[in-house]
């Protein structure tokens, strides 16, 4: 939030749970974006600004309906990591009004082909005893990018998958993408280039590697 907050050059926003906020959630096409370690992603021909984002992923192993923040980590049958790739020029459509609903494309900027690298696999829950116990870092080549802790998560994987219930029916193999912390490329002016391998760590799970072709 604070990274974006002074990319935009607007004030830093308060602590939603100061406010009574809660999370805030978008979606991902699942068999045109989700693609698996060691893939190739192709940068969509509309975007000069794909950006990267490391996050946990929470793997759903039980329908999970109205569950309470304290039993909502029991409905995860494990954890993997995934590239949250993000077109940014995509996301504000020009000549529409910035008060208009209809300003921003989540669409064209999250769901592009292969805008989801996943993997390597899936660390059962059992192995990870607290997920906001996890160090967790990028790098682009060999240019570390992410260096955080998901300690440091807005909201928690807990809070994520309790809030969601309440909107929807969780499935058996739900992914619940958690957020990313301060490094991304919107922050440096910097994105992603054909050729580039990224390598994405996260404690207690292991490593993700994918390269963006043109």
């Known amino acids: 939030m604070l990274e974006m907050a002074r990319v935009s050059g607007s004030a830093p926003e308060p602590d939603p749970h100061e406010v009574g906020l809660k999370p ?11 693609v698996g370690p060691g893939a190739r992603v192709k940068l969509p021909p509309f975007s000069q600004k794909v950006d990267w984002e490391v996050e ?3 793997v759903i192993g039980r329908p999970a309906r109205n569950v309470s923040l304290d039993r909502a980590l029991d409905y995860v049958a494990g954890y993997t990591i995934a590239n949250d790739l993000s077109a940014r020029d995509a996301m504000r459509r020009t000549h529409v009004a910035d008060a208009s609903p209809f300003k921003l494309d989540w669409l064209s900027q999250k769901c592009f082909e ?7 696999w899936i660390t059962p829950a059992s192995e ?6 996890l160090a967790l870092k990028l790098w682009i080549d060999d240019e570390l990018m992410q260096d955080s802790h998901t300690s440091q998560m807005i909201f928690t994987t807990a809070e994520q998958i309790a809030h969601l219930s309440t909107r929807m029916t969780l499935q058996p ?6 957020g990313t912390p301060a490094g991304v490329g919107m922050g440096r002016g910097r994105f992603l280039k054909a050729g580039e391998t990224l390598r994405l760590w996260i404690e207690g799970i292991g490593e993700l590697r994918h390269t963006m072709s043109g």
């Open 56 to 58: 946990l992923v929470a």
């Open 128 to 133: 990870i005893a607290d997920p906001q116990k």
């Open 114 to 120: 292969g805008a989801c690298p996943l993997g390597p």
């Open 24 to 34: 805030w959630h978008f979606i991902k096409t699942s068999r045109s974006s989700v």
């Open 173 to 178: 193999g739900d992914l619940i993408l958690t």
